[in-house]
């Protein structure tokens, strides 16, 4: 079963930065796309950003211009390079991609 870990969580004030990681298990990673979504209490789980096996890259309107997806294939893992963070990114964030089962996820909490 491939698998995913995330890490780099934590409290930061409002307009602070923060970096996550995401660390694959699996030889299929490279050719992969992979997307960074979060779940904020109470509500759905949410589209973030989306890399390519290529780096061709996407993101939600809401995080466009502050946030940066990003992956390292050789280390297996995608990060997420937060800026300009705002008391409503708070959330537990998930990385996924085809095949992946999802991991525990990493707490971003944000004080205003």
């Known amino acids: 079963q491939l698998q995913l870990a995330e890490s780099g969580g934590g409290l930061v004030q409002a307009g602070g930065s923060l970096r996550l990681s995401c660390a694959a298990s699996?030889?299929?990673?490279?050719?992969?796309?992979m997307g960074w979504y979060r779940q904020a209490p109470g509500k759905q789980r949410e589209f973030v950003a989306r890399?390519?096996?290529?780096?061709?890259?996407i993101y939600a309107d809401s995080v466009k211009g502050r946030f940066t997806i990003s992956r390292d294939n050789a280390k297996k893992t995608v990060y997420l390079q937060m800026n300009s963070l705002k008391p409503e990114d708070a959330a537990v964030y998930y990385c996924?991609?085809?095949?992946?089962?999802w991991g525990q996820g990493t707490q971003v909490t944000v004080s205003s």
């Open positions: 996924n991609g085809p095949n992946y089962s």
């Open positions: 890399i390519t096996s290529a780096g061709t890259t």
């Open positions: 699996g030889t299929i990673f490279s050719i992969n796309p």
